[in-house]
Nanobody
Framework: QVHLVESGGGLVQAGDSLTLSCAAS????????MGWFRQAPGKEREFVAA????????YYADSVKGRFAISRDNGKNTVYLQMNSLKPEDTAVYFC???????????????????WGQGTQVTVSS
């Protein structure tokens, strides 16, 4: 059984920074691509960022490119999302997800991910 647990969400002001963490159970964490998605009220869940299982390559949605950074520590079974220059439109529930099938790169569709966390709320006030 794989469990993903996000943490680090909260209420911040526009322009602030926040770092999300996602701790994963399972001994094969290093063999998964990892991704972050977000879902705002009334909107579909959307791709934010992904990182290769090796930790070498990253990929970002245009809306966060240059402001967000995904990283991982395979020794700690943890993936991070550093979010800088936050905007009110970044307000959403953020989910981490694991792609264990490794069908392609980059995995931007939520259907490419097998395991999901419960989400953590990020609210950015103007």
């Amino acid at each position: 059984q794989v469990h993903l647990v996000e943490s680090g969400g909260g209420l911040v002001q526009a322009g602030d920074s926040l770092t999300l963490s996602c701790a994963a159970s399972g001994r094969t964490f290093s063999s998964w691509h990892m991704g972050w998605f977000r879902q705002a009220p009334g909107k579909e869940r959307e791709f934010v960022a992904a990182m290769r299982r090796s930790g070498g390559n990253t990929y970002y949605a245009d809306s966060v490119k240059g402001r967000f950074a995904i990283s991982r520590d395979n020794g700690k079974n943890t993936v991070y999302l550093q979010m800088n220059s936050l905007k009110p439109e970044d307000t959403a529930v953020y989910f981490c997800a694991a792609d264990s099938t490794i069908a392609g790169w980059p995995p931007t569709s939520l259907y490419e991910y097998d395991y999901w966390g419960q989400g953590t709320q990020v609210t950015v006030s103007s």
